[in-house]
């Protein structure tokens, strides 16, 4: 006795479903198309357990322990995240500085700071309080980090 090709019975039941899906009333068909996009590639990245507690003992740099996201009022933030060429003391930064802006910049540490360049200017991250921020919603945080003195900075 012959066995039939899988393929050949698998394909017509296949095709069966797949032009049945599609008449199902409810089904959300945006949803079902955005599920065969394929995912952005994410590193997760661990926070530390205690900012600020012994990165250089470990062999880092105090800068290491900035790593992750920093919010702002209005949905803007800060995310650093080691560079991808994992260089000690480079980091890549994720920015939304502004309602209308948002970029991705390149960070390298300097001392207890971050340096980047954003849209030909020369920022420095650095540690700081809320108050320091500018923004009335942070003045009660502890835990920031400034970028431009009154204007512009981000809380954990």
Excluded at 89 to 95: D, K
Aim: hydrophobic share 35%; with cysteine.
């Amino acid at each position: 006795m012959k066995c039939p090709d899988p393929g050949r019975i698998f394909l017509p039941v296949m095709l069966a479903v797949a032009l049945t899906s599609g008449c199902a009333k409810g089904v959300d068909q945006g949803a079902a198309a955005n599920d065969a996009a394929p995912a952005p590639k994410v590193e997760a990245i661990e926070e530390p357990d205690a900012v600020g507690a012994g990165a250089e003992e470990a062999g880092g740099l105090p800068t290491d322990d900035w790593v992750g996201r920093w919010n702002g009022p209005e949905g803007l933030f800060l995310d650093i995240q080691p560079s991808p060429g994992g260089q000690r003391g480079h980091y890549a930064i994720a920015n939304r500085d502004n309602l209308d802006r948002q970029g991705d910049y390149a960070g390298v540490a300097e001392g207890t700071a971050i340096g980047f360049v954003r849209y030909g200017k020369q920022l420095r991250i650095r540690p700081g309080k809320g108050a320091e921020t500018g923004f009335k919603y942070l003045t009660d945080r502890q835990d920031c980090l400034i970028v431009i003195p009154g204007r512009e900075g981000y809380c954990r």
